[in-house]
T-cell receptor, first 116, second 113 residues
């Protein structure tokens, strides 16, 4: 069965430092997608980055990169040069593609606080 | 291009009342879904649809009904509200064949007394 695990309920990082948010997943589907979303205190869900299971290279989007380790079933988000505006909840999510259901599941999230 | 819109933004219900949360998208997306978000938890899938006339249950479907008569609209119905349904509800849509992102609505905050 699909499962997403985020083991860090909260993280602190100093401004301008890099931070890694952990995400592990479990699936038996060979084709799947992994996503990271940011939820600031205002409540909206903001898409950050996507990694397909067949993608050979790690995804990058500006200061965000996804450290995809398929054998270990991990999809950690790396934020470089943290900014105060990065303080938010971060959710990892997965979608299985081969099953035909296109269900997304989410982890419980990590609250990141960037310190000045 | 409005993206995904949800109405209302906030609603208070009494136990046993019914209501419909509205969701609409103007991106011609086949896939639409409803999630609920409770404190300390991620988003849990309630129902989803892969096209007009096609719906299926997610992780927490009990107490909720959906229908999809058009590509644009995907309403969520609470037939008899319970305090356990107090939550923030998000609607989302995406292109099935281009799964890089799912677009979320702004959310509906529901309080059931």
């Amino acid at each position: 069965a699909q499962k997403i695990t985020q083991t860090q309920p909260g993280m602190f990082v100093q401004e301008k430092e890099a931070v890694t948010l952990d995400c592990t997943y479990d699936t038996s589907d060979p084709s799947y997608g992994l996503f990271w979303y940011k939820q600031p205190s205002s409540g909206e869900m903001i898409f950050l980055i996507y990694q397909g299971s067949y993608d050979q290279q790690n995804a990058t989007e500006g200061r965000y990169s996804l450290n995809f380790q398929k054998a270990r079933k991990s999809a950690n988000l790396v934020i470089s040069a943290s900014q105060l505006g990065d303080s938010a909840m971060y959710f990892c999510a997965m979608r299985e593609d081969m099953s035909g259901t296109y269900k997304y599941i989410f982890g419980t999230g990590t609250r990141l606080k960037v310190l000045a | 291009n409005a993206g995904v819109t949800q109405t209302p933004k906030f609603q208070v219900l009494k136990t046993g009342q019914s209501m419909t949360l509205q969701c609409a998208q103007d991106m011609n997306h086949e896939y639409m879904s409803w999630y609920r978000q409770d404190p300390g938890m991620g988003l849990r899938l309630i129902h989803y649809s892969v096209g007009a006339g096609i719906t299926d249950q997610g992780e927490v479907p009990n107490g909720y009904n959906v229908s999809r008569s058009t590509t644009e609209d995907f309403p969520l119905r609470l037939l008899s509200a319970a305090p356990s349904q107090t939550s923030v509800y998000f609607c989302a849509s995406s292109d099935i064949w281009v799964a890089e992102t799912q677009y979320f609505g702004p959310g509906t905050r529901l309080l059931v007394l």
